[in-house]
């Protein structure tokens, strides 16, 4: 009988099980993500709330700029668009929970398929 390694699985992509936030959060870059000037450069930095009443969340993002540098800016994540936030990340701190719930999200497990979905794109 052959006996599997670890590394004998190197090769083959396994897909990270989502919580309901990460999909429903990846689901609305995707949809916005080319309204950016340098779509492949869009990271997240940090999920903080989701609110459910408006079905959006409030997201750190960081991007490549038209000049070539990296922004950081907070940014409402909503189904049909990504928009700058008129409310700050001190002011989503303080909101109580009965507004929008703490999220489930893992950043590095979002930007790992944020980075798929742009090599599928070509944009890298």
């Not at 408006?54 to 907070?74: Q, R, W």
Request: glycine residues 4%; contains cysteine.
């Amino acid at each position: 009988d052959e006996q599997y390694t670890p590394s004998s699985y190197q090769n083959e992509t396994v897909s990270p099980v989502l919580t309901s936030d990460e999909d429903r959060l990846l689901k609305y870059i995707k949809n916005s993500v080319d309204s950016f000037k340098n779509p492949s450069s869009v990271r997240v930095v940090e999920v903080y709330a989701y609110d459910e009443e408006h079905d959006m969340f409030y997201v750190e993002i960081s991007a490549e700029n038209s000049l070539g540098g990296t922004t950081k800016e907070l940014y409402q994540v909503e189904e049909d668009g990504i928009y700058k936030s008129v409310t700050s990340v001190d002011t989503i701190k303080k909101i109580p929970l009965s507004f929008g719930n703490a999220c489930s999200c893992d950043v590095a497990t979002l930007n790992a398929l944020l980075k798929e979905y742009y090599d599928d794109m070509g944009w890298n």
